[in-house]
Structures are given as C-alpha cells and as structure tokens.
C-alpha cells in the first residue's frame, strides 16, 4: 500500500510539468493533485485533442521539445504525465 | 436527371493522391473504390470511420457505386453511434483504425493488392442519389439527419473551386488537419479535390511540427485547410513556418491579426469559409481585403421573422442560418456571431438545448444549466455548467457525459450549486447566470 502511494506522488519535475498543463488550460485542478499515472486523454485528467495541442504548445516552449505522432511511441507519450515528462526529460534542449 | 462524373476533367494518369510522400494517380485511385466497391458488405447504409483521407475517400466512392449512404456522424461517442444503429438498421461501420467501435459491425478496410486495373472514364453517378447524410444534434438528444445528394455535393466541390479561383492554382496539393467527416473537411478537402482537379494529402497530421514537415514535403502549388486553433498553434510554435500557395480556414472566428499574421507566415493569401451542416459552404472572404462574406455561385438569402434563409446552387434545401447576418447589397453580408442557443467549440456545433437535455437526464442530476461564454480568437473556450445534484460526486456526472456528449463540449467547470436562478416562469435570465459565472470567478481569483 504505502509503494502504491509514493508511486503516485510527483517528482519536481513532474510538479513543474503539471503546473505548466494546470496553466495552460486554464484548468481547476491544482498541479500537486494530478495523479502522474492516470491517462492524460478522456477519464483520468479528461484532456481532448485540442488541449492536447496546447500542451504540445506550451512543452515545446518551456522545453524546447517538438512532439510529433509519427513517433511511434506517441500514445505511450500520452499515457500519463509521468510518461509525457520522461519522453521531455529525454529529449530537452532547454 | 443527369449523371456527374465522380472526377471531373478526368485524367487517368493525373496525381490524385500523395501517400508517404508518393504520388497515387487518379487511375489507381478508381481502381481502389472500384475493388472495395466489390468487397464491402451488401447494406444501405455504412459509416465511414476511416481516418485516413484517401481511404475514407475511397470508400465514400465504393459506397457510392453500391448505391449506399455514407452516414457522417460529428463525433464518435458511444450514444452517438448507438442512435445511428437504431436509426438506421443494419448500418456498418467502415473503419482503418486500431480504436473502432463496439456499437456497429465492423467492416475493417482491407490492404489494397496493388493489382491498379486501367481506367479510360470515370464513374458517372446519378445526381440525385443520396451520397451521405451528416447530422446537426436535436433537443431532445436524437441526431437531425439532412441528405446530401451526389449533385449537392459534386456542385458543392465544383462552386467552392469557382469561388476560390483554385483553376488558378491547376493540380494544387491541399493538406487538411481537419477530420473529413465534417462538412468543411468534406468538401475542402475531398469534394474540391475530386471536383476541381486538385491532390489530396492521404494523412491528417496533427502536432504542430508535424503538419509542417507534410506541407514541406507537398509540391508546389500547395494549399492549407485548416481552423484557427490550428493556425494560432502553427504560427505560436513554427518560427519559420513552409510557404504555401493559399491557406483555408472555416470553422471559427478569425480576428484580423492572426489573418495577417498567416498571410505573413506562410506567404500566401489566407481565404475563410462560412457555412453549415445543413447548408454546407455558403461563401467565403478574405478577411486581408474585406470583411464581407461573398456567398458561392448561384446562393442566394432571404429574411423573414424566423431570421436569415440561404437557398440556390448547390443547395437544395431553403435553411435557416444559425447566425445573425447583416445583407449589405449585392448579395453580399457581414456575419454578426451566432444566435442565442446555438453554440460553437472549435468548430463542432451543437445547442445549449441539446446540452441541457443530457445534463439533466442523468440520474441524480434534479437541476442543471450549461453556460457559454464569449469565444476568443483562436483560443478555445469551454462551456460552465451549473448543476443541482445532492450527494452525486463530480466524476459520475462527467462520465455520463463524456458518454453523451463531444468532449469538446465537456464543461469546464462543473459547478455544483444549491439552486439555479430560474424566474418565475422557470426560465433562467442570461443576467442571472452571468451574476453566478461572475461570483464562480470571485471565488476562483
């Protein structure tokens, strides 16, 4: 129980991208609350494909990271915060 | 009645197509429809989920030379495909995608064998066969259908290029980001295509970064068909975005600025479209020159006490404008916003009433408003809704609207309150929910 938890908690970087998200969308929730493994599409965080451009916008910004859907791994990229931060981390030029 | 030829100034050896960067010809294109014309189950009517472009276009063909009806729902929720299965029985769906649905049988596009069977003429097909049926949301939660005959729509591709002068921009390659199953898509995208000699991009890139290496790879002439939101990200995140022949936007208002920015961006002159399901394109602008809309060749408006009607051209039915237009002589109008109940989220419409029927059919939900407020250039807004709902938790309510509804009409938020302020009469004055959005925002700030 006590793994599943801290599983959930957000790392700094995480807490970063999720307050640029927060930001971006203008949404109610507050960054520290988003779950890093819920799915960031429909149930979970709800995002469409619109605000899934405005995320693109203000990553690729921040970051400097281009994200594109000929990238195999796209929807692996979308998954969770926590995967969309480590495919930043990885790539980051900022 | 007449025949209309499927492609028009037919030219078997001409590109139609470019997939991965490759150029199709019209001849294997029709060699396609026509072998997936023989393989597609034997049903009235079929709805094309297909994602990709040609293959969608393929299939629009197929289903033509079958005689069947291509249903083009605006979304593809659960409820909205279940309601297309008991409207219209035995319907199936066409799809080229992982994600299909579980609502209709499912007829998977198959892999082409490559065998392109020559082609001396193209296809003549009736124009007063129905082609597709696309479909406005009712109030009471039932999908309006309006039939599209294949003269409406091959006139439709035929005005849109007229008006455009696209014959001054011969075998043009246009890249669309929009879904082709909405009407704008349909006819900027396929119909001109088939109709006015131009190329299709097979894909629908969608990142930013993404639709501009297509447009770079795409010969020149070359044209973009595109919205706002699209064009606020492409020109926010591109520094240098690729040049272009000519830029299409629809769906939105477009404020000046970001016009001109296009223009300046992509070095082409940018064109809006205005239109509607049930009318499909009505006129055009650009708003570089001018702020009044020309309307397509041969349409025509009227007003009487319901508001503005279009009629003639390709349109074959009088409709009633959801928007209030200002004539200003010589057929040509200024568009003054949408009118009261009717709501716009980029570029998917629907009404307040349609809306609110759903809310309030969810069980626990006693009460409940949706609340649009004003829409911004090139960002998206999203509706509030107001909800009277004791002891039901925030979640419940939005799955069992995310089952109902376009998640681009999701509200954002979801307010819980005690009581709506409905008058008297029952009726919720415009001032008094925009005393409760302003007191949400109080608290918010």
């Known amino acids: ?94 | 009645m007449a025949d209309i030829p499927l492609i028009r100034d037919f030219d078997a050896g001409a590109v139609f197509a470019f997939r991965d960067r490759r150029p199709i010809r019209v001849e294997e294109f029709l060699a396609e429809a026509r072998w997936l014309a023989g393989l597609i189950p034997d049903r009235q009517y079929v709805v094309n989920l297909c994602s990709d472009r040609y293959r969608f276009a393929a299939g629009l063909v197929a289903a033509l030379l079958r005689r069947q009806v291509s249903l083009l729902p605006p979304n593809s929720t659960d409820d909205f495909l279940n309601r297309l299965s008991l409207d219209y029985p035995g319907a199936y769906c066409l799809g080229d995608g992982a994600a299909q649905t579980s609502q209709l049988e499912t007829f998977r596009y198959p892999q082409p064998t490559g065998e392109a069977a020559s082609t001396a003429s193209p296809p003549h097909i009736p124009e007063e066969q129905v082609a597709a049926i696309s479909f406005t949301s009712g109030s009471t939660g039932r999908p309006r259908p309006h039939p599209k005959s294949w003269g409406a729509l091959a006139r439709s591709g035929q005005a849109g290029c007229e008006r455009l002068c696209l014959g001054a921009y011969r075998n043009m390659s246009v890249l669309g980001t929009i879904p082709h199953q909405h009407m704008y898509g349909l006819e900027a995208t396929i119909l001109m295509v088939m109709q006015g000699g131009l190329r299709m991009h097979c894909g629908r890139p969608f990142f930013s970064a993404d639709i501009c290496s297509e447009l770079e790879a795409l010969p020149r002439p070359r044209g973009l068909v595109t919205t706002p939101v699209h064009l606020r990200m492409l020109l926010a995140e591109a520094n240098d975005p690729p040049k272009a022949d000519f830029l299409l936007c629809a769906t939105a208002p477009l404020s000046p600025q970001l016009a001109a920015e296009a223009e300046t961006g992509f070095g082409a002159p940018l064109y809006e479209i205005y239109g509607c399901t049930e009318a499909g394109q009505v006129a055009t602008r650009r708003p570089a020159e001018s702020h009044q809309w020309r309307p397509l060749p041969g349409v025509a408006f009227f007003e009487n006490e319901e508001g503005t009607w279009v009629k003639g051209g390709h349109i074959e039915k009088e409709v009633l404008l959801g928007d209030v237009i200002e004539l200003c002589g010589r057929n040509e109008f200024l568009l003054h916003g949408r009118t009261a109940d009717l709501i716009n989220i980029a570029g998917k419409r629907t009404s307040l009433a349609h809306l609110n029927f759903h809310l309030n059919s969810i069980e626990g939900v006693r009460d409940g408003t949706f609340v649009m407020p004003e829409e911004d250039d090139g960002t998206v807004t999203r509706l509030t809704a107001f909800v009277v709902a004791p002891g039901v938790a925030s979640e419940t309510i939005m799955t069992a609207l995310r089952q109902r509804i376009d998640a681009a009409f999701l509200p954002r938020p979801l307010c819980f309150v005690e009581s709506l302020p409905r008058n008297e009469t029952g009726k919720l004055p415009r001032m008094a929910l925009d005393d409760l959005v302003a007191r949400l925002a109080a608290k918010a700030g």
């Open chain 1, 1 to 94: 129980m006590k793994e599943i938890l801290s599983n959930k908690a957000l790392t700094a970087e995480e807490l970063k991208l999720a307050q640029l998200i927060v930001s971006a969308l203008n949404l109610e929730t507050q960054a520290a609350e988003i779950d890093p493994t819920a799915p960031l599409y429909g149930e979970g965080m709800g995002l469409d494909s619109i605000d899934i451009l405005e995320v693109a916008l203000a990553v690729s910004k921040a970051y400097g990271v281009k994200l594109r859907s000929d990238d195999d791994l796209n929807r692996k990229i979308f998954n969770s915060l926590r995967s969309l931060n480590e495919h930043i981390q990885q790539h980051r030029a900022k």
